[in-house]
């Protein structure tokens, strides 16, 4: 049995870490719309910029800006594509 290294290991919490806030934000942000009223069509909730923009027709009709919650979206689909791009590669090279 081979050992893991600890820099593996932090990648691996890195990679499940961004993989789960993604989706446990995507989630939440679309729970959250359901409950102001914002009708969504279901098949494209998952589809990036989706919720996003809805949330951006929401906040136009309501005279709220956008800006924070877009930027945090943005940033964790960023998170997540990064860790998809630089630890998947390497996690897939170890494997026996």
């Not at 990679?15 to 719309?33: C, M, W, Y």
């Not at 409950?35 to 809805?54: D, H």
């Not at 979206?73 to 630890?87: D, E, G, K």
């Amino acid at each position: 049995m081979r050992s893991v290294s600890l820099t593996t290991w932090v990648l691996l919490i890195w990679f499940a870490a961004a993989i789960l806030a993604e989706v446990v934000g995507l989630l939440a942000f679309a729970i959250s719309l359901r409950r102001r009223g914002v009708a969504l069509v279901f098949g494209l909730v998952g589809i990036p910029g989706y919720l996003e923009y809805r949330y951006a027709q929401w906040c136009a009709s309501n005279g709220q800006s956008s800006r924070r919650v877009i930027a945090l979206r943005l940033l964790l689909l960023v998170n997540m594509l990064l860790a998809i791009v630089l630890v998947f590669p390497i996690l897939s090279a170890t494997s026996p």
